[in-house]
């Protein structure tokens, strides 16, 4: 199975600072298709998880820009350009190249 | 509008059978592969089955093989997950999702126990 870690796994960050999540691979999520299946997904509190990124870098549909991914072979990371008190929660990233389709370990987002 | 609703989570004993539902609205469901996560209390999300939009594929996680069976209806939007021989390690809120997570269900709580 592809591993996926994640890093770091608590990010106590200050309302208004950027935050970043890296996450890497065991194998390159690169379809034979072409395409690079690595999202990012949200999970509030008590909440379902969220697709905040999919394809390593697109937006979903209602994602403040805020939020940017960005990355390539094995190693990827996710942005949040000024941390809102909505963003607490916990960040995974997930390939769904190979299957199983696997996620990281998560990363908690909490503030200061 | 919710996107995917899950039912039929409960307390089975272990050894016993379930069956999730999961009902799809608001998107062409049959133009999706769909998928089953779960995740278990206070981890991490675990993808536990796949299958392809006729349903003629199907893919299963280790852990759950010879076990745990998925299928779909897509004249009732609809996609189940049959889970027999349960263990205490099944133990979890499982989740049905578009492969890829755009749609996701609120989840159901299945709980394995004597």
């Known amino acids: 199975d592809v591993v996926m870690t994640q890093s770091p796994l608590s990010l106590p960050v200050t309302l208004g600072q950027p935050a970043s999540i890296s996450c890497r691979s065991s194998?390159?999520?690169?379809?034979?298709?072409?395409?690079?299946?690595l999202n990012w997904f949200q999970q509030r509190p008590g909440q379902s998880p969220r697709r905040l990124i999919y394809?390593?870098?697109n937006r979903d549909s209602g994602v403040p820009d805020r939020f940017s991914g960005s990355g390539s072979g094995t190693d990827f990371t996710l942005k949040i350009s000024r941390v809102e008190a909505e963003d607490v929660g916990v960040y995974y990233c997930?390939?769904?190249?190979?299957?199983?389709?696997?996620f990281g370990q998560g990363t908690k987002l909490d503030l200061k | 509008e919710v996107p995917l609703v899950e039912s039929g989570g409960g307390l089975v004993q272990p050894g016993g059978s379930l069956r999730l539902s999961c009902a799809a609205s608001?998107?062409?469901?049959?133009?999706?592969?769909m998928t089953w996560v779960r995740q278990a209390p206070g981890k991490g999300l675990e993808s536990v089955a796949n299958?392809?939009?006729?349903?003629?594929?199907?893919y299963y996680v280790d852990s759950v093989k010879g076990r745990f069976t998925v299928s779909r209806d897509n004249a009732k939007n609809s996609l189940y997950l049959q889970m027999t021989y349960l263990r205490a390690e099944d133990t979890a809120v499982y989740y049905c999702?578009?492969?890829?997570?755009?749609?996701w269900g609120q989840g159901t709580l299945v709980t394995v126990s004597s």
């Open positions: 999702a578009t492969a890829g997570g755009r749609y």
């Open positions: 608001g998107f062409t469901f049959s133009t999706y592969w």
């Open positions: 299958i392809v939009r006729d349903g003629s594929g199907k």
């Open positions: 194998q390159s999520p690169v379809h034979s298709d072409g395409n690079t299946y």
């Open positions: 394809q390593v870098s």
């Open positions: 997930m390939q769904s190249t190979h299957w199983p389709h696997t």
